[in-house]
Each structure stands twice: as structure tokens, then as C-alpha cells.
């Protein structure tokens, strides 16, 4: 069957006010970038007309500017989940104001296609998938992320493809697509090793439903911060404290496989982890392949990187595309119901390596708002993996905002990770190990190890508030640190007194 070529424009006039779709990709790796634009500009005439216009959105996890940016700029989002980190997008979220609330919701990104599959979030009438490569007979090969690929193109009544030529068609094979049965018929999933394959190297879709837009854009890969003072000295703690676990024996000689979250201070720990020369060759099964991963897939400190998405710069996608040879039996893009599977991260004893926001002296974690209320980014994968590790860390600046925000509170304001699950914290400072240790033990650890010496003696102090019960906190004065912020601009400025009996 002749495959069908239409403009952005006319794809995007396929697209119908208060419709669902779904886009491919993770982070901006993979995602489509010129029919998202026409869309909005669809969106923005049709208001003009006085018009409603305004859709549905499954994402794999964040995406490009192409996509959140005008999408939220054009005020044509009706809901959205899971993962985001635009700006303009954040914006829209949390500034009530300014748009007509969309409605986000946040999940583990390792669910978000079974709850499409399951019906929770309502049908797919649309999905845009950038591709290297599609067939007459319907075959589509992604580009560098995965996400909810292979279920929105199943489920979708109608399927864009942005053929991006770009990206080299050689990128076929990198790819391992494989989507979950529904319960209670699933089966196992066939992979026992990190670099297991189970699956298709593309999608399969009915033809008939495939219209295709040709482009020749760039990824959005922006970068990461160079590495400062902090995120140096928080990479070289998480290395040495692998050196003494392989020391000890709780991590075997042949090293485990490494999860690392996303952003720079991740990017920093894989780095230090590189450079430290008691920490042997280690395999990656992560979500984001970032920057460092590729450096040291290249320096022979990473064997084999599982993950859904290439997230890195322009300039090292570029390289990889030329390197391709080198990487290709390197590496493998998984759907990220694999890549994230709790199942196999468990199975496969990883590693799990995130950033929070802030964390409390008890081991809990938010990863996700500012001061209770302000939503950041969302939970990402960071949940998938934690709560499944071989060993959950979580790693933070001791302080935020020129040390006016302590990372370490007495009670977290919004709870993504539990203590249940959260076995290491690691800061500038140090590190904290909560394996074995009830509430007081953890906290003092957690102070010790990880506050700033500026906060120490006030952290500890709230741990006199409550006497009784197994955990000394204080219901009265768990959010002084934040109420002094708000307040006067500084938690230094806590009032305990008020609280002590
Ligand atoms: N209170 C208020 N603001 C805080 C804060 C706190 N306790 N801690 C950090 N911040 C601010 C920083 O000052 C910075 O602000 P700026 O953008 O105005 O400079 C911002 O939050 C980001 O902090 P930064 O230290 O640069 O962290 P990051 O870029 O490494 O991101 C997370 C940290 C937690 C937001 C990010 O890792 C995330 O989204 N995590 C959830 C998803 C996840 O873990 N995915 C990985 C799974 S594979």
C-alpha cells in the first residue's frame, strides 16, 4: 500500500478540538517537532474564531519546546500527563491566572502505557511518532527515545509519522519494542541480563491508518551544566561510598547495573564514578542515556546502556550518528513499560541514582514540588526505580537558593519516596546510610552525614520537640524551616522555641 505524504498543516487539521494524543519520545529525544507546532498554530486560529480548541496529552515523559512549549503557549492543552519540564508548560500548570487550569496529572512513567492500555485515561485518537525509517507495510522504526511508542500507535485511530531525515535510517536495530499483555494473561518478560532483547526492532501499524509528514530537523538537545564544586563533591561521595559497599561485600566485584536520574548533578555522580579507578567496567539499565554515559561508553567504563531514550546534547547525538558502528551492539532503546520495569530492575539488582528536591531527616523524599504546592517536573522514573532497587540512593545540594532553603527538612512537604524505600542520601557533605536504622538513628545519621553545618544544630534541636513515640516529630512545628521561608526568606530564621513544651 503506497504510503500517504501530507504538509504539518494538513496533518495538524487532523487533529480535532478536545481529541487525545499521544506523542513519541522521552525527554526531546524522539519526539515529533513540526506537527506539534502546526497544531498550535491550529489552535490559535481556531480561538481567534472563537473557537474551542484544545487537547488531551500522553507523552512518554517530558519533551522538546516543539511540543509542551507551543502547546502550552497556544493554550491548547485540556489535560496532560505524565513527566514535563518546560517552562512555559510549568507555568500553565501551576499559574492558575494566567491559563485555564490544564489538568496535570502525574505518573510513574513505567505505567503510564498500561493505563492507556487499561482504558483509565480515556482512548487515543491520535499519535505523532517521529521515525527514521517507515514501510509500506507499516513498519516504523523510531528515532532516539521510545516512551509509549509502540501502545499509542496500536491504539490510535489515526497515526503521523514525522520522517525525519535527519536521523540516519541505521539507527534501525537499536531498538528492542515490546509491549506488555494485559493481566491476568501477562507473561514474564524474557530479559535476565542488561543487554536481553525481547522484542521488535520497529512498530508495527495497519498502513491504512499512516500519514506521513517529511522533515529535517535537529533534536532539542540542550546540554548540561558544567560540573561545579557541589555536584563534584556529591559524584566523588556516591563513587567512594561503591568502593567501601564493594569492599564490605554488599556490591559484588563485577559491580551491579547503574540507573542515574536525570540532570546535572546525575550527570556529575556518573562522571566521578568514571574517573574513580577502584569502580570496575559496569553496565547501565537505566531511562535517559545522558552526556556521560556516552563519554564513557568511549572510555570503556560502560559496557552495554539499556534505557528509553538518548537524552544528550546535539553535539554527542551527532557523534553517535557517526559512531554508530561503535555504539549500535553497545546499546538498546526499550519502551518505557521496559526500561523502567520494576520487575526487572528488581530481577536485575540496579542501582537506582536520583535527585530530590528536598528530603527529611527520617528518609523521606519529594522529588516533585516546591514548598508543597509548586509543581517542578513531576516523579519521572524515579519511582519505578527507587522503590524496586538493589540500592535506592538519593542525592541533593545540602542547600538551595544561596543557603537560604535547607535540603534536609524535618518533614518533607510533599512525599513522592518513602523511608521504606530510601536507603542512602547523599550531599556535599557526605553520606548517609539508612539500611538498619530506626527513626532517631536515621536522623542523627542524616544530620551528621548530609545537613549543612549551618542547619545542623537546628535539625537536631527539632528532635527534642516530641518526646514519645516512635518517631520524633512534631506535628506543631514539622513546618517551621518552610514557614520561616515564606515568611522572612530564610529557614535560618525557624522558631523552634515556640514549639518546645
Ligand atoms: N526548595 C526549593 N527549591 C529548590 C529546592 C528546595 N528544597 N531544591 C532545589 N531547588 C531549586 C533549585 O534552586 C533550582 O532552581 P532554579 O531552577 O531556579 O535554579 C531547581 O530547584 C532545580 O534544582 P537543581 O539543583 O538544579 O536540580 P536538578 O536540575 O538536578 O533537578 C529535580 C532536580 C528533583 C527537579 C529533578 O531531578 C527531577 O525532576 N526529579 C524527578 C524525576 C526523576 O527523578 N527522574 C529520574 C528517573 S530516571
Known sequence: MALKFISAEEAAALIHHDQNVGFSGFTHAGCPKVVPVALAKRAEEEHAKGNPFKIGMFTGASTGDTIDGSLARANAVKFRTPYQTNKDMRNAINNKQVHAPIDYFDMHLSQVAQEIRYGFLGGVDVAIIEACEVTEDGKIIPTAGVGITPTICRMAKTVIVELNSKVPARLRGI???????????????????????????????????????????????????????????????????????????????????????????????????????????????????????????????ISFASGCSLTVSNEQLHQLYTDLDFFKNKMVLRPSEISNNPGLVRRLGVIG???????????????????????????????????????????????????????????????????????????????????????????????????????????????????????????????????????????????????KK
Not at 551528621?448 to 542547619?455: S, T
Request: hydrophobic share 35%.
Open 175 to 301: 531498538h528492542d519494542l515490546y509491549e506488555l499483555q494485559d493481566p491476568p494473561k501477562r507473561r514474564h518478560i524474557n530479559i535476565f541480563e542488561v543487554q536481553g532483547r525481547v522484542g521488535l526492532e520497529y512498530v508495527k501499524v495497519d498502513p491504512s491508518k499512516i500519514f506521513v509528514v517529511e522533515t529535517n530537523e535537529e533534536s532539542e538537545g540542550g546540554g548540561f551544566a558544567p560540573v561545579d564544586e557541589t555536584t563534584a563533591r556529591i559524584g566523588e561521595n556516591v563513587a567512594n561510598f561503591f568502593v567501601s559497599e564493594m569492599k564490605n561485600g554488599r556490591i559484588p566485584q563485577t559491580f551491579l547495573p547503574v540507573q542515574s536520574g536525570v540532570g546535572n548533578i546525575a550527570n556529575a555522580v556518573l562522571g566521578s564514578m568514571g574517573i574513580n579507578k577502584d569502580i570496575p567496567r559496569f553496565e547501565v539499565f537505566t531511562e535517559v542515556i545522558q552526556d556521560a554515559v556516552l563519554d564513557m561508553m568511549r572510555e570503556g567504563k
Open 353 to 499: 541514582i536520583n535527585t530530590a528536591i528536598e528530603v527529611d531527616i527520617f528518609g523521606n523524599v519529594n522529588s516533585t514540588h516546591v514548598m508543597g504546592n509548586t509543581m517542578m517536573n513531576g516523579i519521572g522514573g524515579s519511582g519505578d526505580f527507587t522503590r524496586s532497587s538493589y540500592i535506592s540512593i538519593f542525592v541533593t545540594p545540602s542547600v538551595a537558593k544561596n543557603g537560604d532553603i535547607s535540603c534536609i527538612v524535618p518533614k518533607v512537604t510533599h512525599e513522592d519516596h518513602s523511608e521504606h524505600s530510601v536507603k542512602i542520601i547523599a550531599s556535599e557533605y557526605g553520606v548517609a546510610d539508612l539500611r538498619g536504622k530506626g527513626p532517631n538513628q536515621r536522623a542523627r545519621e542524616i544530620i551528621e552525614k548530609c545537613a549543612h553545618p549551618d542547619y545542623r544544630p537546628m535539625l537536631h534541636d527539632y528532635m527534642t520537640l516530641q518526646q514519645n513515640g516512635h518517631t520524633p516529630q512534631s506535628l506543631y512545628g514539622c513546618f517551621s524551616f518552610h514557614k520561616a521561608f515564606l515568611e522572612t526568606g530564610s529557614m535560618k530564621n525557624a522558631d523552634l522555641a515556640q514549639y
